[in-house]
């Protein structure tokens, strides 16, 4: 992720603030290539990742005198969050969330693909690039799960929330992505070799 030191970052939100467009060019250009990685994650269509890295960018200009500076890279992080909350919004916006339905006392269908070392293994020798490639081909809803709980590191309670399920259905979805992930790195090792 992109950090911006300090002094530069403090700069930034006082010049931003001040409605400085060479401010806004530099905090955008210092933070586009992560906040479009952060925002890929969940959305797949290059369209929309553009149409949502404007309005996250947007909306943190407009409103940068809400943000409270924690500590240096808060205001990055700050973006992170946006960007996340809006393609969380255009996910939902184009129903691509629907299959998220309640499968807390549902038995899972998927067999066990491998051991864990296996596809940890598997996985370690992937290039991050391929790596990703596979988690954007997972089902939308997956993909929204597995990115918030293993990427952002949100507890399911947080998941639920945010998504409007069940606890336990974040966890069961998280682990359906974690499987199918898992199947789709060992169909990639295997092609390899």
């Known amino acids: 992720m992109s950090n911006i030191a300090g002094a530069d970052e ?54 940068i005198d809400s943000f409270v500076p924690r ?39 998927l067999e066990d693909v491998a051991d864990e070392t296996e596809v940890t293994n598997y996985a370690s020798s992937i290039d991050i690039t391929e790596l990703m490639t596979l988690v954007q081909q997972l089902p939308a809803g997956y993909r929204t799960i597995f990115n918030l709980f293993a990427i952002e590191k949100l507890p399911h309670s947080k998941i639920a929330s945010l998504l409007g399920i069940s606890e336990g259905t974040s966890a069961s979805q998280f682990h359906r992505a974690r499987r199918l992930l898992a199947e789709r790195i060992i169909e990639y090792q295997n092609k390899k070799l």
């Not at 939100?13 to 586009?32: C, H, P, W």
């Not at 994650?41 to 200009?61: C, G, H, M, N």
């Not at 946006?82 to 006392?105: A, G, M, T, Y």
């Open 10 to 63: 403090k700069r930034l939100i006082r010049d931003i603030m001040k409605g400085n467009r060479e401010a806004m060019q530099e905090f955008y250009s210092l933070t586009v290539r992560s906040m479009t990685a952060a925002c890929s994650r969940y959305v797949v269509d290059q369209d929309d990742v553009k149409d949502v890295l404007q309005e996250s960018y947007l909306k943190a200009f407009s409103r």
């Open 71 to 109: 500590d240096d890279g808060s205001l990055v992080a700050w973006l992170r969050r946006i960007v996340v909350n809006e393609s969380l919004q255009l996910l939902r916006r184009k129903k691509l969330l629907n299959q998220l339905v309640s499968i807390d006392n549902v038995e899972d269908e």
